[in-house]
């Protein structure tokens, strides 16, 4: 795994990727469109750092014989400093040290077929390269985080147009509510869901993902 944690100015950042604690459904847009309830609580669920992979503009694989593999584009807050299992709101703040656009890659005909079975979602979010990771902008990049605008486009044209104002659990809350079930280390990653607009990636498409007015990457599905 070649995957090192750093900042847009390619400063490294010295702690080592642990996990990636994702929310589904954090959108209500994106839960209605893949026809899923609303959660009444976060929907949790864990990458392991195994299958994260650094967004370079040379681009990255996709699998090929697996059916439709998906984008979903989503604000990645890094934590910087452990947690504690009922951190205040100042404390979370303290522990953010970096944001950036991600890619939470999903084979969506696999996790149909798991959802169905209701068993878990592994095979279908947790595969090799399954999530593609760009830089950070500095944790005090924003002074509000209920403002942070995250944005997809494929060769040109607009998918996805989010912003973080629209989170079912929002920023903090999340991370908050996180902490209770799963410890958080230095180097952890919390996913923070996708907006609206989400659909299949194919082989040689251009993809650009930014977070709004801080930082803006291209690269390309091989
Ligand atoms: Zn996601």
Not at 110 to 122: D, I, N, S, T, Y
Not at 145 to 170: A, C, F, H, K, Y
Request: hydrophobic share 35%; charged share 20%; proline share 8%.
């Amino acid at each position: 795994m070649s995957y090192k944690h750093q900042y847009t100015d390619g400063t490294p950042i010295h702690f080592p990727l642990g996990k990636v604690v994702c929310v589904g459904r954090n959108y209500a847009e994106h839960a209605k469109e893949l026809n899923n309830p609303v959660p009444t609580e976060p929907l949790l669920f864990i990458k392991p750092g195994s299958c994260t992979v650094a967004l370079e503009a040379d681009g990255f694989a996709i699998p090929q014989d697996r059916g439709e593999v998906h984008y979903e584009a989503e604000i990645a807050v890094l934590i910087g400093k452990p947690l504690s299992r009922n951190p205040s709101v100042e404390e979370v703040r303290d522990a953010i040290s970096g944001f950036a656009p991600a890619l939470d890659l999903t084979l969506r005909d696999v996790q149909a077929r798991l959802k169905e079975k209701g068993l878990p979602w592994e095979l279908s979010k947790a595969f090799d390269g399954a999530y593609v990771l760009a830089p950070f902008v500095p944790g005090d990049s924003y002074s509000d985080l209920t403002d942070i605008g995250i944005r997809l486009s494929l060769d040109g044209e607009v998918r996805q147009d989010g912003n973080s104002r629209d989170m079912l659990n929002p920023i903090i809350p999340l991370i908050q509510h996180i902490s209770a079930h799963f410890s958080l280390q230095s180097g952890d990653v919390i996913s923070t869901g996708t907006p609206v607009g989400v659909g299949p990636l194919h082989s040689g498409q251009q993809v650009e993902i930014s977070l709004a007015g801080q930082a803006s990457f291209s690269s390309r599905v091989l």
